[in-house]
């Protein structure tokens, strides 16, 4: 269904098989419709059903929020009760943030994706009913439910605009198979120094300070020395940043010897003793 599709919307595509459908249930305004695509197109989700949206459907607005999910508002569809908006669905969730007086599965939003991921990977047509911005779903919604779905946010101030709530579990959708490692180190192709090239920069490293007096005191010095090695081993040092080390140990060893070292009888530079 088409209807006031703007010029330079993404050329956003159904993924292949099923994938999860995003079920607004009576939304009461365009712009939350069009935020709501934008945060599906994020998370890689693309069917979106409208329940008896309170203006009516298609809604211009509704592509002016999208900021280039136009292709999903193309393809929404409109139904005019949850029934008929899951006839062909073979499972149902739905969000409700306290539920109460139900026997029922009860997920988290990572749990749901995960669930939503192994539905799906069977061939299985599975529908998430996202309530009115006021409210939320009503009970007789959430009968049509068999899991339901709950953000566990902080109790004091746990409310969430349309959007964000199928932003929430779009992200989780999108994660469950996401690559990307959770943590990495960025070195731009630059290689991480092995322990020996690490050794042989710390070995110069003390060399030097002992020339410079920086470890005059030897009940201090081990210390010290292995308060360096603790500093330069705790992360994942690179080869270049290594070269750019041992450049800044030559040029101080270089202006140490142009200017001579401390005489005995001069006080210690202030920063000394805070090292």
């Not at 943590?183 to 002992?210: C, H, M, Q, S």
């Amino acid at each position: 269904m088409t209807g006031g599709r703007g010029e330079g919307g993404a050329l956003l595509t159904p993924a292949p098989g099923e994938s999860p459908i995003v079920v607004l249930v009576r939304p009461q305004m365009a712009m939350n419709i069009g935020t709501t695509a934008r945060a599906m197109a994020n998370g890689g989700l693309f069917h979106l059903r409208v329940v008896a949206p309170r203006d009516g459907w298609p809604q211009p607005n509704a592509y002016a929020a999208a900021s280039g999910a136009d292709t999903i508002l193309d393809a929404a569809q409109a139904f005019p009760d949850v029934p008929s908006a899951i006839a062909d669905c073979h499972r149902v969730l739905g969000t409700c943030p306290r539920p109460r007086h139900v026997i029922v599965p009860l997920r988290d939003a990572r749990a749901a994706a995960a669930d939503l991921r192994e539905i799906n990977g069977r061939g299985l047509r599975a529908a998430v009913l996202f309530g009115p911005e006021r409210a939320g779903l009503e009970a007789e919604d959430l009968s049509h439910c068999d899991t339901l779905v709950r953000y566990p946010l902080n109790p004091q101030h746990c409310s969430l605009n349309l959007a964000q709530a199928v932003m929430i579990l779009a992200y989780e959708w999108w994660m469950a198979e996401e690559p990307t490692p959770q943590r990495e180190l960025l070195t731009n192709g630059t290689p991480i120094a092995t322990k020996g090239e690490l050794e042989n920069f710390l070995g110069r490293l003390v060399d030097e300070l002992d020339a410079a007096g920086f470890l005059h005191n030897p009940p201090k010095r081990p210390g010290m020395v292995r308060n360096l090695r603790h500093w330069f081993e705790r992360g994942e040092v690179t080869v270049q940043e290594l070269r750019t080390l041992h450049g800044i140990v030559t040029e101080l060893s270089r202006g140490r010897m142009q200017r001579g070292r401390f005489p005995a009888e001069d006080p210690l530079p202030p920063w000394h003793e805070a090292s």
